[in-house]
């Protein structure tokens, strides 16, 4: 079975500065795509960004980026310039043929 | 844009009491899904349905839950008879294998807020 691992529970970044939150997972399967989901205090699932896994090329969205090491089995977020609209908590997740995956999430604090 | 829409936001039952918790996809998609998420914890996966059938289950998913198309448009998910460890935020989501780019992007509903009491 899949899973999916965020080790960060919690992290906070100045605004305007650099954040990574990292995630990785464990599959046997070859075609699969990896995605970070945003959850504000709404409880809104929003998608952030997505990745395919046959693709070598790392996802770019705006301020949002990623760093997809497939032998690693790591799917890390970047987000630039952060801003305090960012805070959240977010979630990594795979998904092979059908269902996704989720990791535990790594909540998000922006300070002023 | 076109969404995935879901009633009610928020329910209230008591235990022992039987839900439904509705959604409406979005029109072109053909797979449906239900998702739960307790308080602090991570999303968790229910049930896929396929052309009218379940076509893959978590082992969350005994038979306290069943799901069901009625018509066209809603996909609904029932609890038979709720325990206090049901409360949790409950997610419709569809996706559309139809359509290469996206056919990976399960497109989420606002959630149901269940509180069972």
């Known amino acids: 079975a899949q899973t999916v691992t965020q080790s960060q529970p919690e992290m906070s970044v100045q605004e305007a500065e650099t954040v990574t939150l990292s995630c990785t997972y464990d599959?046997?399967?070859?075609?699969?795509?990896l995605f970070w989901y945003k959850q504000p205090p709404s409880r809104q699932m929003i998608l952030v960004i997505r990745q395919e896994a046959y693709k070598q090329q790392n996802a770019t969205e705006n301020r949002f980026s990623v760093n997809f090491q497939k032998a690693a089995k790591s799917f890390s977020l970047k987000i630039s310039d952060s801003q305090l609209g960012d805070a959240a908590m977010y979630f990594c997740?795979?998904?092979?043929?059908?269902?996704?995956?989720f990791g535990q999430g790594t909540r998000l604090t922006i300070n002023p | 844009e076109p969404e995935v829409t879901q009633t009610p936001s928020h329910q209230v039952t008591q235990m022992g009491q039987e839900v439904i918790l509705r959604c409406v996809p979005i029109s072109n998609h053909l797979y449906f899904y239900w998702y739960r998420q307790i308080l602090g914890q991570k999303v968790e996966f229910l049930v896929s349905f396929y052309n009218n059938e379940i076509s893959e289950k978590s082992e969350i998913f005994d038979d306290q839950f069943s799901v069901e198309r009625p018509d066209g448009s809603n996909f609904t998910l029932k609890i038979r008879s709720t325990k206090l460890e049901d409360s949790a935020m409950y997610f419709c989501?569809?996706?559309?294998?139809?359509?290469?780019?996206?056919?990976?992007?399960?497109?989420f509903g606002p959630g149901t807020r269940l509180t069972v009491t």
């Open positions: 989501a569809s996706s559309d294998p139809g359509q290469v780019f996206d056919r990976c992007e399960q497109y």
């Open positions: 997740a795979y998904k092979g043929a059908q269902k996704l995956v």
């Open positions: 599959t046997s399967e070859s075609d699969y795509y």
